[in-house]
């Protein structure tokens, strides 16, 4: 077909982003193609997902209107959030570097009766292919696992159309993000596979600023996301220390109640 959503990922190299794509790890990707059985086990490797999906899905549908909007969810993996902004009446796409997680996304789609589309590329490949295709672009819980964050956010800015609305989650790179994101979420308490995260790989508020600033986007929100699996607690707001998100918008379009481009 001649639709650039259904070509194959190559390498390039783009002016806009200076890297030779793709950017990607593939140490990273094979971590969660191992752990592929367990992305919809909602008692498993990624229970810490499934716990706090509501309020990222919550953060974004307050933020920007999802309905019949076009919705790009980038590094998807088993499609966890795709599923769940595509039932609050998304069209969504998601994309993600391996293999295996996107053929589970397919299939809990297919037998969850949700059109959802999955792509095997990047961001920066679609962006190239398909710049200002989509109304929100979400990237969660995913730019610490790539060698070249910066290049993801500027991606990012490239898929959405003017007015658009951009939305990052991500962990802060903070002492107490590593006692509690990394010692006691995979060494203690088991909820996350240990090795699952980097902490010198986390990234700071400031950086997303700096990156969106320089990609042409402006910040509109930051907010923490607080989750304590012992306690089966979790909400938004306080402490941006560990768990945070971030809403940014594209210059220009038409302001709606909801901040998405008409």
Not at 58 to 73: N, P, Q, S, W
Not at 125 to 151: I, K, N, R, W, Y
Not at 199 to 226: C, M, N
Request: hydrophobic fraction near 40%; charged fraction near 25%; charge should be positive.
């Amino acid at each position: 077909e001649s639709c650039p959503l259904n070509r194959p990922v190559r390498q390039f190299r783009d002016k806009r982003f200076k890297v030779l794509m793709p950017n990607i790890d593939r140490d990273e990707i094979r971590k969660f193609e191992e752990q592929t059985a367990f992305w919809w086990d909602k008692t498993g490797e990624f229970k810490g997902l499934h716990d706090i999906n509501p309020l990222r899905l919550a953060y974004i549908a307050e933020r920007t209107a999802l309905a019949g909007k076009r919705v790009i969810d980038v590094g998807c993996g088993g499609g966890i959030l795709a599923e769940a902004m595509a039932k609050n009446g998304a069209r969504v796409t998601g994309i993600d570097a391996g293999d295996a997680p996107l053929a589970v996304a397919r299939s809990h789609a297919e037998a969850s009766g949700l059109k959802i589309i999955y792509r095997r590329t990047t961001a920066e490949e679609l962006a190239q292919l398909s710049p200002g295709s989509f109304d929100v672009a979400t990237c969660m819980e995913l730019l610490e696992h790539f060698p070249d964050p910066p290049s993801v956010v500027r991606a990012c800015g490239h898929l959405v159309k003017p007015g658009g609305a951009v939305f990052f989650g991500t962990l802060n790179r903070t002492l107490r993000s590593f006692l509690l994101a990394i010692i006691a979420a995979e060494y203690i308490l088991g909820v996350v596979k240990r090795g699952t995260h980097t902490h010198s790989r986390f990234v700071k508020p400031a950086e997303i600023d700096r990156w969106a600033a320089d990609a042409g986007l402006l910040h509109q929100d930051l907010t923490g996301l607080y989750y304590n699996p012992v306690f089966k607690k979790m909400g938004l707001g306080g402490s941006t220390a560990v768990n945070y998100l971030m809403q940014f918008k594209k210059p220009g379009g038409i302001d709606t109640p909801h901040g998405t481009p008409r």
